[in-house]
């Protein structure tokens, strides 16, 4: 038997709900090739409810792949801030320019030339050719993959990339060869996953138009599937974050170039945790001498391999170093990209008062 065989009924069925059932999304209202990449690129790792806000933001900021490609960075890494992954961010505009270059400021009706896109892969590119110019080319994301090893209870390991080959090809070989169907089924089943065959539990099958052709529902097991390794633990570091403040200015500096959060703005800190007797030795390393050091409560912030442990100092500074910028709470809060891993520390420029201090 095909380990596919079950794709082979779900055409008619799952266009039909979808059309009845689909979600009031704004990418969705005008599906132009432009507005179909931004959404698709922001929805990676991030939940629709969260990208709904900046998706609007970033069209008003950035409303054609000319303007992209002329943003500044600092303005677009703040447009871009809180959705994280900021790496998204600037591969958008790298494709920009390429698009300008290459492609007359157009996306491409091409799939080949799509994976050429800095930041588009598989997914990305089967999303935009189907959605926004109807080509039959699938789109395979974990929702997806929950969707079709459910379906046919396969168990291969979905986080391997022979699956997902494997699926793309058994789903490229029934897609609807018609444009609008074939946006339609990129969307349906992008749909069914995120609605109705949910991850971290067990899927709503009394919603579902594939209810009766599902073999993991038909035997019980619809929450044995998808298949995929234990998660890693994620790797603990430590760190102490330093807000130092002069006149009502506090520091900030840029982050390095490359790696995590690269080329974003933070507040000046050490990669180990300091306790309050050994603060003054690392001010000195800056030039920088406290009137005062006050502890700001911890704070954990978690990526998706790595969770940061924060021990945090207020600190009231003589003078100020050319090591950093010294800007007002209202200038970083408006104009610099620090993201949300320091959003603890965020929160205190809006309580910058003369007992702030005192009360952190």
């Known amino acids: 038997m095909n380990d596919f065989e079950q794709l082979n009924d779900i055409t008619a069925p799952l266009l039909y709900w979808y059309q009845g059932a689909a979600r009031d999304l704004p990418w969705r209202r005008d599906p132009t090739p432009y507005h179909v990449w931004i959404s698709e690129i922001m929805l990676q790792q991030t939940r629709v409810e969260a990208v709904r806000g900046?998706?609007?933001?970033?069209?008003?900021?950035?409303?054609t792949v000319a303007a992209?490609?002329?943003a500044d960075d600092d303005q677009l890494n703040k447009v871009w801030q809180g959705l994280g992954?900021?790496?998204?961010?600037?591969?958008?505009?790298?494709?920009?320019?390429m698009l300008m270059r290459d492609f007359g400021g157009e996306l491409p009706a091409d799939h080949a030339a799509l994976l050429t896109l800095p930041?588009?892969?598989?997914?990305?590119?089967?999303?935009?050719?189907?959605i926004a110019f109807g080509l039959p080319t699938p789109a395979?994301?974990?929702?997806?993959?929950?969707?079709?090893?459910?379906?046919?209870?396969?168990?291969?390991d979905i986080t391997k990339q022979a699956t997902k080959d494997r699926v793309t090809?058994?789903?490229?070989?029934?897609?609807?060869?018609?444009?609008?169907?074939?946006?339609?089924?990129?969307?349906a089943l992008m749909e069914l996953g995120a609605v109705v065959c949910v991850p971290g539990g067990a899927p709503h099958c009394t919603e579902c138009p594939l209810a009766s052709t599902c073999l993991a529902h038909a035997e019980g097991r619809e929450t044995e599937f998808p298949k995929k390794p234990p998660r890693r633990a994620r790797t603990v570091e430590n760190r102490t974050i330093f807000m130092l403040r002069h006149e009502g200015r506090y520091a900030i500096r840029r982050r390095p170039e490359m790696g995590l959060l690269s080329g974003l703005w933070e507040f000046p800190g050490v990669d180990?945790?300091?306790?309050?007797d050994g603060v003054s030795d690392i001010l000195a390393r800056w030039g920088i001498t406290a009137l005062s050091v006050a502890p700001i409560a911890p704070a954990k912030h978690i990526f998706t391999h790595i969770e940061w442990h924060m021990t945090g100092y207020l600190c009231e500074t003589q003078g100020t170093s050319d090591a950093f910028l010294w800007e007002t709470p209202k200038e970083i809060l408006e104009r610099y990209s620090v993201p949300s891993a320091f959003r603890a520390y965020l929160r205190l420029l809006d309580a910058d008062t003369a007992d702030g201090i005192a009360s952190v």
């Open 85 to 97: 992954y900021y790496s998204r961010a600037r591969n958008l505009k790298r494709a920009a320019v």
């Open 119 to 130: 930041g588009v892969g598989a997914y990305t590119a089967g999303a935009i050719g189907s």
């Open 140 to 156: 395979v994301d974990g929702n997806v993959l929950r969707v079709v090893t459910r379906l046919c209870a396969n168990g291969m």
């Open 272 to 276: 180990e945790e300091i306790g309050a």
């Open 169 to 187: 090809a058994a789903l490229a070989a029934m897609y609807p060869q018609t444009p609008d169907e074939a946006a339609m089924m990129t969307q």
């Open 68 to 70: 992209l490609s002329e």
């Open 54 to 63: 900046y998706y609007a933001r970033f069209l008003a900021a950035f409303p």
